[in-house]
């Protein structure tokens, strides 16, 4: 079956406490980005990656960090989070052809940060 | 500053009758916009897009309407059904396969 996972769904943090949420597609797609949802501000472009190796800031990349070593995985990671970064977050995956409409979400992660 | 506006939070409707969903931008440059449906616990899915070249874009019950002067477009769902129940976002984009800019989103309840 086609899918994006993300690990862990739901994650409860204190303030500076470095976390990883980690994303993993198994359709071989070149493409993959990372989402915040905040409510009235829809979905914000974290950041983005359009094959191995290869990495770029979107919207609001401040706080965040990414890698992309291998095809299938693109983690997140949150050095120092801060509350400001208490949001629901989305990992999406497509063909680099027709990235929008191939795009395919992962299921969320909920982070909260005290 | 908002791009891509949704100034609808929700939105509540009769099973059989029309839905209407309106999202604004300002940015002209934007010449590809989508919708996508998002039910709880779930990641987007992606629904239906058009190109600034068009102004109308159909797929079954969902058709996309594309005003440029007005920088407006519109989702209208006929007929509504109680499982498109769901929030809705707009997208918009400047040329295919670039960064996406993101509506607020509408919640669409689609009463039996």
């Known amino acids: 079956e086609a899918q994006v996972t993300q690990n862990p769904r739901y994650l409860i943090t204190v303030t500076g406490k470095k976390l990883t949420v980690t994303c993993s597609q198994n359709m071989n797609h070149e493409y993959m980005s990372w989402y915040r949802q905040d409510p009235g501000l829809g979905l914000r472009q974290i950041y983005y990656?359009?094959?191995?190796?290869?990495?770029d800031k979107g919207d609001v990349p401040e706080g965040y960090k990414v890698s992309r070593k291998e095809k299938r995985n693109f983690p997140l990671i949150l050095e120092s989070p801060s509350p400001n970064q208490t949001s629901l977050y989305f990992c999406?995956?497509?063909?680099?052809?027709?990235?929008?409409?191939?795009?395919?979400f992962g299921p969320g992660t909920r982070l909260l940060v005290l | 500053d908002q791009q891509v506006k949704q100034n609808s939070p929700s939105l509540s409707v009769q099973e059989g009758r029309i839905s209407i969903l309106n999202c604004d931008y300002t940015?002209?440059?934007?010449?590809?916009f989508l919708w996508y449906k998002k039910y709880p616990a779930e990641g987007p899915t992606f629904l239906i897009s058009i190109s600034s070249i068009k102004d109308k874009n159909e797929d079954g019950r969902f058709t996309v309407f594309l005003n440029k002067s007005a920088k407006h477009l519109s989702l209208h769902i006929v007929p509504s059904q109680p499982g498109d129940s769901a929030v809705y976002f707009c997208a918009a984009s400047v040329g295919v396969g670039n960064m996406l800019t993101f509506g607020g989103g509408t919640r669409l309840m689609v009463k039996p």
């Open positions: 990656s359009m094959n191995v190796e290869v990495t």
């Open positions: 999406a995956s497509s063909f680099q052809a027709e990235p929008e409409e191939t795009q395919y």
């Open positions: 940015n002209s440059m934007f010449d590809y």
